[in-house]
C-alpha cells in the first residue's frame, strides 16, 4: 500500500509539472517535452489519462497546435491518442475541446509524422461507438486520410487504413461514405506494398464494407479485391490469412451471386487449405464462407466445396475443436452442404459426419445453441439419404426422439418399394434393432414403426419382438411339462 500510494504521488507530481511546463513556459522545447511525458502517463492507465483529461491540458494543447512547430504538433497530436484511446467518454472530451479540428489538421500537415500522429488518433476516436465515428467523419476526416494512403510511408499508410476501418465498421451510412470518397480503390493499391500489417487492415477495412449490404458488396467485389484474395490466404501472417477469410465471408453472404463470384475466382480449395492449416478462433470466417456457399439455392456451389473435401475439414473442425462457437458454426456448414441432395448427403454420410454429428449433439458438455445446431444439420442431411446402409447404423435408443423418428420415416419410404431393400434391412439388424426401442403408444415414433412392421409378416415381427426369447423358453416349458404329464403317456400307450 506504501509503495503503491508513493508511485500515485509521484505520478499525480509529474501531471502537475508537465501541465505547467506547457501552460506557462514560452519555450518550445520544454512544451514538447512535457507533451511527451504527459502522452506516457496517459498511455499508461485509465486513471492518469482521465486526471490529464480534467486537469484543463487539453484546451491548451489545442491552442497551442495551431502555431506549434511541427515536433511539437506529434507529440501533441501523441497525447490526445493517448487520452482518447481508452474509453469513449475520453475521446468525448477531447472533441468537446476542440481536439477533433486540430487531428484532422494534422492531416493536411507537409510532415509524415504529424500526419501519422493525427491518423492514429482519430482511429482511437472513432473505434469507440457510431456517433464518435460520425463525429470524425462530419470533421472532414475522411477524404484526407485516403490521401495518406498515397504517401510513401508505409507507416502512416497502415494508421490511415486502419482509421477508414475504424470509421466503416460501424454501419452502412460510415462505411457508403468511406466509399463514395474513394477509401476501395485506394486500399486495393496498397495490397502492391507487400506489407502484412498494412494487407491486415487493407482485409478488415474491405471486409466491413462489404459486410453493409448487396450494394457496397458490388463496390468490394467489383473492385478487383478477389484477384489479391488467393496469394492472402496463404500469407505467414495469421492475421493477413483471417482478414482475407473475413472479406470472402462478406461478400459470399450477400447474394448467391456474390457465393458464386467466390467459387469462380478464388475456388474453394484454398478456402479448405486456410482451415486445415489454421486453428482456433482463425478458423472461423474460412468456415462460415463453405456454409454461406453452400446455403446458396444452387446445389452446383455446394458440390464444388465438396469435391475439395470442404465436409473433412468441417468434421476435423467440429470433432477437435474446443470452441463452441466454432463447433456450431462447423455444424451448420455441413448442414448446408448436405440439404441440397442425395449426392450431396451421400458424401457427409461416407465420411461418417453424421455419427460425429449425433455424438457432439449428445455429449454433455456441449451447450444448447450447439445442441440445436447438429440436431438441425442432422434432420436436413437425413432426410436427403436414400441409402439405408447410411441410414441403420444411426438407430439408437439413446438418440434424440425427434432424430430418430426422422431416421424411421426415411426408412420407411426407403423399405415400402422395395423387397430387396425390405431383406438388407432385416440382414444388417436395423429391424431387429428398431423392434429393441422402447417406446409409449401414441408417439409418432410408434406409429412409423407399426407401419415399418405391417411389410413384414406377422411371425418375423414376433421373432424379432423384445419378448421373443421369454415366450420361446416359455413355450419350450410348457411342452416340457405336457411331456412328462401322465396323460402324455396314456396317449402313447393307447
Known sequence: FFFSSRRR????????WARRCVQETGVESIRQSAAITLGKLASKKEEIAENIANSGIIKTIVQYMGTANKHFKKEAATLLRCIAKHKAELAETVIKEE???VLVDCLNEFDPAVKHAGAWAISCIARHNVSLAELVVAAGAVKPLIDCLKEKDIGLKRVASSALTEIAKHKIDLARKVTDEGAIAGLINLFADKDAQLTRQICACLAFIAGHGIE??????YSGVLDKIPECLIDPDIKVRTNAACVLKELAKQSERHAARVMSIVHPLPIV??????SGDARLPGIETLG??????DEGLAKECL????????KNALMNETSPLIKEKAAWALG??????????????????LQQLLITHAQSGSNEDLKKRSKKALLKIIRKCKNLQQ?????DNNIDQEILTCLVEVCLDLLQPSLETKKTFLECGGFKKLQQIKTEGGTKFKDVRDKINALYPRDVVDYFAPDAEEKIIKRVEEAQEQTNSPNANLKYKT
Open 9 to 16: 504521488h509521484t505520478r499525480q507530481r509529474s501531471v502537475s
Open 99 to 101: 481536439g477533433l479540428k
Open 216 to 221: 457496397l458488396a458490388d463496390a468490394v467485389d
Open 273 to 278: 487449405e486456410f482451415i486445415r492449416y489454421s
Open 292 to 297: 454461406h456457399i453452400a446455403k446458396q439455392k
Open 307 to 314: 469435391k475439395d473435401f470442404a465436409h473433412i475439414e468441417l
Open 336 to 353: 448446408k452442404l448436405g440439404q441440397h441432395s442425395q449426392d450431396h448427403a451421400s458424401s457427409l454420410a461416407e465420411a461418417g459426419i
Open 391 to 395: 441410414i441403420e447404423p444411426l438407430i
